[in-house]
């Protein structure tokens, strides 16, 4: 991804932009049904796919720094090569009970070469808080 490994917190799209908008600072189509990239420096602990989110591009994610916890639901149809690259210790809840048959077989590079946890629907919830945790460890 040509944005990997720099210090990009936050997208902003000037607002007469016919082909790209940023939403909460993450770099979207312009009618927000495909994610194109996550800054690598979000500051955020948990991400949630926005609503409108149907496909996730390839490299999307490359390793962003500091969030720890993805949440994907069902409306992402899509997910294209490895739309995650990320690091150690992350962990994805997903309102799906399977992988998609649309979702790369690669979807995440954690699925394969490091540990992460995957929760699907129904190994998860949310806290007081509205962050995500476990309902199987």
Known sequence: GAFANTNISA?????????????????????????????PRKADRVYTIPTSVTTIEEHAFIYPEYTMKFVIGEQVETIKGTGFEVNNDRAFYLYHTSRPASWSDYWTTNVYYYPCFI?????????????PYSTID
């Open 11 to 39: 997208f902003a799209v000037d607002k007469d932009n016919t082909y790209f908008t940023a939403e909460d600072g993450v770099l979207l189509s312009n009618d927000r049904s495909i994610l194109i990239c996550y800054p």
């Open 119 to 131: 929760y699907w629907y129904g190994e998860w919830t949310f806290d007081g808080n509205g962050n």
